[in-house]
């Protein structure tokens, strides 16, 4: 089982290649477009407080960024590096963001995916989110999750 703790600003570089490596495959579904995750800021959504990571012997295996909004909590992203997907980390990642929205009052949980990452359209129903709509957003082509708690 991983711990999730908050991310350190120290883990920054460690955080973005984990982003790297677990979006890579999707860039060529996607038309050589890399994801907007492989692009983040971390060191500045750190410095925020929207970074958790899960740490899986001593290694970081996972990435969860949060924002509280006024009535939900979005997931902008959650990655779990390919040597550790599978193991429950991902599961572990939404159960800690489910937590967090009920800590904070917050009855709903949102996300959106690539409509590329097929993978993604098949896993969040599986725990409990259900498709509201699609768009184009800053040029992507996107699905959009909530869940109520």
């Known amino acids: 089982m991983a711990i ?3 991310a350190h600003r120290s883990e920054a570089a460690t955080l973005s290649g984990l982003a790297r490596t677990a979006y890579a495959h999707y860039v060529e579904r996607m038309g050589g477009a890399e994801p907007a ?3 983040e ?3 500045s959504l750190i410095d925020a ?3 958790w990571v899960a740490e899986l012997d001593g ?4 990435l969860l960024v949060l924002k509280v909004e006024a009535d939900h909590l979005l997931i902008d992203n959650v990655a779990v590096a390919p040597t550790a997907q599978g193991t429950g ?3 572990q990642l939404l ?3 489910d937590a967090y929205a009920r800590e904070r009052d917050l009855r709903e949980v949102r996300l959106y995916t ?3 990452m097929t993978e993604n359209l098949a896993y969040y129903p599986r725990h409990g989110f259900v498709e509201t709509h699609r768009a184009v957003d800053h040029g992507y082509r996107r699905v959009y999750f909530t869940k109520h708690l």
């Open 41 to 43: 800021d971390y060191p």
């Open 95 to 97: 159960s800690f963001t």
């Open 59 to 62: 290694a970081v295996v996972g």
């Open 4 to 6: 999730i703790r908050g």
């Open 114 to 116: 690539n409509e590329a």
């Open 49 to 51: 407080g929207q970074v």
């Open 37 to 39: 995750p492989m692009r």
């Open 89 to 91: 980390v991902g599961r």
